[in-house]
């Protein structure tokens, strides 16, 4: 290793220390962010050194990789991880310039930032989990980032990736890869998959699966599915029992099972078996004990489908609700996605409008015909919100601060 | 206008990429809180307009679904100008206001061929124009300030006959310190999404126009304190916004 790349190394490993030493953050971004100013090259060694595989999706992502990690090692493979979310160049680079013998490199990657760090890594398997909205006043159209992945996999077909069938955006980026496993994980957020994506006709979805009149796009057959509650491999059947909720975390846990056993030959099996007991991911689905007693959860959503999803989740449970949303740059500046969720599932709740745009929350609600109050603060929502439990859905800096500050 | 008040929400699938159904949910329940029955009508993306709306809603969407409403819209035109030609109101937003012009730019710069229901095209600009909008409306209208969010490429120009919908007091709107348009029954602004939810009497305009009369207030708190929070809000910029969010939501 170069004199250059040594430095590089230690000084970004020096910040990262003085980073968790004064409290800072966790280091990670910091040090990589070094690391990668003294070496722009860094990454390129680095990759080498690991079986690197990527995992990049509008949602899901963080916890994707997390419960592959989980599935990988509890199949006695060696593994690192960015898991502190730090999924952009400078986080990446912390992750892997830490000490580690030959492992795998389970890499979380911003959907925007995937372009960059393909090049210099040389992963041996990308993962590819779905593409919708996500605050558009930051990162533009969603085709754009399709255009890009699909760039990534025609410079170098031979590239295994694995990727959700049922998302057409998704598909499209993938197919030009030589060897795809496919997964049919379902799309329930169909509004950003109206028009095919190779010709711009209008989709069908008969049976829930796509079709394009025009040019006969359409859902490739999947040789893992997800059925209800379990991942169908062929004519396996395994039941996905997790501690974490939802649906969209069965989604997740599929597609990371259908990348262990597609790629790394451990059997879906085993791999689900060493999901089971994550509970907790960077701070997603903590559940907290307010004063009196009652269960407090609280849930990340970030942008349109993962706040579609969490809301028909917690339809089907007797628990209040505290909808605390920001909008600055990292929740969007832009609330207008507000009218784009289904809030009205929640019209028998008890619900309180948070969060520093509590006022957006609270007139969606309104013209919605929810009933609620408004508390800015989302801790004392918490606690005068009605309910046999809690749940605060957050919006990312609201989320951030929950999980820091005050449990 | 017959006894229940159709909004017509056209093509939500192509055309709602910024909450644009928030307009539609807005108009239903203010007609109904002045005692006017009212129902959302869906048109979905590839299927006819019907000409019997009292509101017809096109809202924002990205480059290939406007593509996509433009050929199904122009399809459906004689429907559309049938049902205004017949008192109907048009509310045109973003991508929707640039399809009711003769032509508007596409990805890549190619010039696409719009409703022309109102003399206006949009050009490609040189960048993309992003942030909270405020407009002076035209004195004619009667209306308040206009509060907002944009986010469109386009510059739109519009005919020496026609008038915008006001003056831009912070913001980019039209490109040349206008925003939108104001055509009779129709009405267009780049102030994307649920413009409607933060601006009532834009709605009650609207609803004034099909219903041919003017509509008392409604007594709404939490509107009217959404609606002065982000008046005050935009006026302010930088620091000084976020120290005034602070301050309003901690103290």
């Known amino acids: 290793m170069s004199l250059r790349r040594r430095v590089a190394i230690l000084s970004g490993r020096a910040a990262g220390w003085a980073s968790r030493t004064t409290g800072r953050g966790a280091g990670t971004q910091v040090s990589g962010r070094i690391m990668l100013a003294v070496d722009p090259d860094l990454l390129r060694t680095l990759g080498a050194r690991d079986r690197v595989v990527t995992v990049s999706a509008t949602n899901g992502k963080t916890t994707t990789t997390r419960l592959l990690c989980d599935a990988l090692r509890h199949a006695g493979l060696p593994v690192v991880t960015n898991h502190t979310g730090a999924n952009m160049a400078s986080g990446i680079a912390g992750a892997l310039a830490a000490p580690h013998g030959p492992s795998v490199a389970v890499l979380e990657v911003d959907e925007r930032w995937l372009t960059h760090v393909v090049e210099p890594l040389d992963p041996e398997v990308l993962v590819f989990g779905n593409l919708s909205r996500d605050q558009l006043d930051r990162f533009g159209e969603v085709h754009a980032i399709v255009d890009r992945w699909r760039a990534i996999t025609e410079a170098d077909p031979d590239r295994h990736v694995v990727a959700n069938a049922s998302d057409p955006h998704v598909v499209h980026a993938a197919e030009p890869a030589r060897r795809v496993t496919w997964v049919a994980l379902g799309i329930p957020w169909k509004q950003d998959a109206t028009t095919c994506p190779r010709c711009d006709a209008l989709l069908a979805w008969p049976d829930g699966r796509f079709r394009c009149a025009g040019c006969g796009f359409a859902e490739p057959p999947a040789e893992f599915r997800l059925e209800g509650d379990a991942l169908a491999v062929g004519s396996r059947r395994i039941p996905l029992d997790l501690a974490i909720p939802g649906t969209w975390n069965r989604m997740n846990a599929a597609l990371a099972a259908t990348v262990a056993e597609a790629h790394f030959g451990v059997d879906a099996e085993t791999a689900v078996a060493g999901m089971a007991a994550v509970e907790v991911v960077s701070g997603r689905f903590a559940q907290h004990r307010l004063p009196d007693g009652r269960s407090a959860r609280v849930v990340l959503a970030k942008n349109p489908a993962g706040w579609t999803e969490v809301l028909q989740w917690l339809a089907g449970r007797d628990t209040g609700v505290v909808l605390a949303v920001n909008a600055h740059v990292a929740d969007g500046r832009d609330p207008s996605w507000l009218y784009d969720v289904p809030f009205e599932v929640l019209r028998d709740r008890s619900v309180v409008a948070s969060g520093e745009r509590a006022l957006d929350v609270a007139v969606r609600l309104h013209y919605g015909d929810v009933a609620c109050t408004v508390e800015a603060d989302p801790l004392v929502a918490a606690r005068r919100v009605g309910g046999a439990e809690v749940h605060i859905v957050a919006s990312y800096t609201q989320f951030t601060h929950l999980t820091r500050e005050f449990w | ?251």
């Open chain 2, 1 to 251: 206008m017959s006894s229940v008040l159709r909004i017509a929400l056209v093509y939500p699938d192509l055309l709602g990429t910024y909450g644009d159904r928030g307009n539609a949910l807005v108009l239903e329940h203010r007609a109904r809180a002045r005692g006017i029955e009212a129902t959302i009508v869906e048109v979905p993306a590839g299927t006819p307009l019907p000409d019997s709306c009292d509101i017809y809603l096109l809202g924002g969407g990205e480059d290939a679904p406007q593509v996509a409403a433009a050929e199904g819209l122009r399809a459906s035109r004689a429907a559309l100008t049938r049902a205004l030609d017949g008192g109907a109101a048009l509310l045109a937003v973003c991508a929707g206001f640039q399809l009711i012009g003769h032509h508007y730019a596409a990805a890549g710069g190619r010039s696409m061929e719009g409703l022309a229901l109102v003399d206006l095209h949009t050009v490609p600009g040189p960048d993309r124009i992003i942030g909270e909008v405020l407009v002076e409306p035209d004195p004619s209208t009667g209306l308040p300030t206009i509060t907002g969010f944009e986010n469109h490429g386009g510059r739109t120009h519009l005919g020496p006959g026609e008038r915008p919908l006001g003056r831009v007091r912070r913001g980019g709107g039209n490109g040349d310190g206008s925003d939108g348009v104001l055509h009779g029954g129709i009405v267009g602004t780049y102030l994307h999404g649920p413009v409607l939810p933060r601006n009532p009497a834009l709605a009650d305009h609207l609803l004034a126009h099909v219903t041919g009369t003017a509509l008392g207030p409604l007594d709404e708190p939490v509107v009217d304190r959404y609606r002065a929070e982000r008046l005050s809000f935009a006026t302010l910029t930088g620091s000084a916004r976020r120290r005034a969010e602070r301050r309003l939501h901690r103290g």
